[in-house]
């Protein structure tokens, strides 16, 4: 994979801290898992986001911030093809997981959303047992092996083993918003994926489940790479390591684009950021 | 709480420095007259004000608290809140060394602390660290870097004279032991002014550019 230096500072409207700079004192562990290099995402002819460089290091938490119609959520779409069902959606430049372009022809967006699992805003169980949640994915990638120990061990990684192992054949509506959300959770870890987009993941929640997720998320990071779209600044100061602020910016055509306006470990981009834009943004003087 | 009210506790904030910082500078002023010129009212003065700037500090110290569990500031905001801390710190001992200043003047009434021969280094010693004192609180409004920097060759002349005091001191010093206790002190008491006047400017320097410099 190309060096991240050399592609992230070929785009001078983005100020990137590259990993390794100063601040935080947060320590990337190698390669960026994924690198998206130039991404534009397309709905029909509309141009929702524009020239998105950024690495997804493996093993931390990389935060999307920014107002509503920005085009995080389409960015951490794009990151695993959830947009391809929607009509006319289009992605353009690299979307690179370990080097390899997920856009590619020969690429099947099943397996990429195996290997990069995502969690939505509202917990969003299916109407079945606890244990059938998260033997679904397991069942419908014939995963072999004892499927009681993998179920037991994607809740227990998800923090909900304790809470549910004597119900577990119980239905899971019948569980609280954040335990669904924990559920929801290992449903997707139970298919082994690399990384987790997180959408809002705490949004419906109280400030105690709230919390349950965020500790789940920094636990997560010692086998899982996770990026998380929040509109929870101080969450995003909470639990990321990196944090990618995007901003709309309308064109001479009247037309709003998403865009990419800075992407820094967190300590540094909360304490002096590099754009004015984003220190708008962040101590609220936006707009 | 909504956005308003946040930047007027920001700003309040920011105004109880600028206050703080004329009146250290005004406590070394008031102090230099009552050493050269052996004035008690002006020692007095300088007693009674340091009142004001305790309280001030307390003002600030209990504003920041409040500022950062009710607002959460980030960036810019948030460095402004942790210098402030550290600020506000560093004026109040300004002016706890302009007292101890006008209090040695106070102990030797009427009797004069600096002898002739002595006059010109304290003075030159008064003049640098009140204009320090004066740059300080230009600095803290402008908040300009450039500025913020040099306060610290100001701090190198306080330091001269303080060499060149003590060295008259120890070497044949005609006026007794008890006057050369007094001077060295006197001289420490300006020269620690001075740096805590740098440790301002210095805050201010990673107010504006988010850099701690060493």
């Known amino acids: 994979m190309a060096s991240n230096d050399t592609d992230l500072t070929t785009r001078p409207s983005v100020t990137v801290h590259a990993p390794g700079s100063t601040a935080s004192g947060v320590e990337p562990t190698g390669a960026p898992v994924m690198q998206l290099r130039d991404v534009s995402v397309y709905y029909g002819s509309y141009e929702a986001v524009r020239g998105t460089t950024m690495p997804i290091q493996q093993n931390q ?13 389409t960015v951490l779409r794009a990151l695993n093809r959830m947009n391809d069902p929607i009509p006319g959606a289009r992605v353009s430049g690299d979307v690179l997981f370990h080097g390899q372009d997920l856009y590619a022809r020969d ?25 059938d949640n998260v033997a679904y994915g397991l069942r419908i990638n014939g995963i072999k092996g004892r499927l009681d120990d993998h179920v037991e061990e994607a809740l227990t990684k998800a923090a909900l083993w304790d ?8 239905s899971a509506l019948a569980l609280s918003g954040g335990q669904q959300q924990r559920l929801c959770i290992a449903r997707t870890i139970a298919v082994k994926p690399e990384v987790i987009l997180m959408d809002e993941p705490c949004s419906a929640l109280d400030p105690i489940a709230t919390a349950k997720i965020e500790d789940l998320m920094f636990e997560l990071t ?3 790479t996770i990026v998380i779209v929040t509109h929870n600044m101080q969450q995003a100061a909470r639990v990321s390591h990196y944090t990618a602020f995007f901003t709309a910016e309308v064109d001479d055509k009247q037309v709003r684009h998403g865009r990419l306006v800075e992407f ?4 540094k981009l909360f ?3 590099t754009d004015k834009r984003t220190e708008d943004y962040i101590t609220g003087r936006f707009g | 709480m909504g956005r308003d009210s946040y930047d007027e506790q920001l700003d309040r904030l ?3 420095l600028a206050t703080m910082s004329r009146d250290a500078s005004a406590a070394i002023r008031t102090a230099s007259t009552a050493l050269l010129d052996v004035d ?7 007693l009674a004000g340091d009142a004001v700037l305790d309280r001030l500090r307390a003002e600030a110290e209990a504003m920041i608290p409040e500022v950062l569990v009710r607002h959460q500031p980030v960036a810019s905001d948030l460095r402004l809140v942790v210098c402030a801390l550290r600020i506000a710190g560093a004026l109040e001992r300004m002016g706890d060394l302009a007292v101890h200043v006008a209090k040695v003047v106070l102990m030797r009434h009427p009797v004069g602390v600096v002898p002739e021969p002595a006059v010109p280094v304290l003075t030159a010693m008064a003049g640098a660290a009140t204009r320090i004192a004066d740059k300080t609180t230009v600095v803290l409004a402008t908040r300009d870097r450039l500025d913020a920097m040099q306060l610290g060759l100001d701090d190198d002349e306080v330091d001269a004279a303080q060499e060149r005091l003590l060295s008259m001191l120890v070497t044949d010093w005609p006026y007794g032991v008890e006057s050369a206790i007094d001077l060295a002190l006197v001289g420490r008491y300006y020269e620690r002014y001075a740096d805590q006047a740098v440790n301002v400017a210095r805050q201010v320097v990673y107010l504006v550019t988010g850099t701690i410099r060493l």
């Open chain 1, 107 to 131: 690429v099947d967006p099943i397996q990429v959303r195996r290997r990069i699992g995502m969690v939505f805003q509202k917990p969003n169980p299916f109407p079945k047992s606890i244990y």
């Open chain 1, 264 to 267: 820094s470990q967190t300590g």
């Open chain 2, 40 to 46: 008690r009212s002006a020692a007095e003065r300088v």
């Open chain 2, 14 to 16: 920011t105004g109880v």
């Open chain 1, 271 to 273: 304490t002096n950021p």
């Open chain 1, 163 to 170: 809470e549910v192992k004597d119900k577990v054949r119980k």
């Open chain 1, 61 to 73: 938490v990389t935060a999307m911030i920014g107002p509503s119609g920005c085009g995080k959520s």
């Open chain 1, 222 to 224: 010692s086998d899982y």
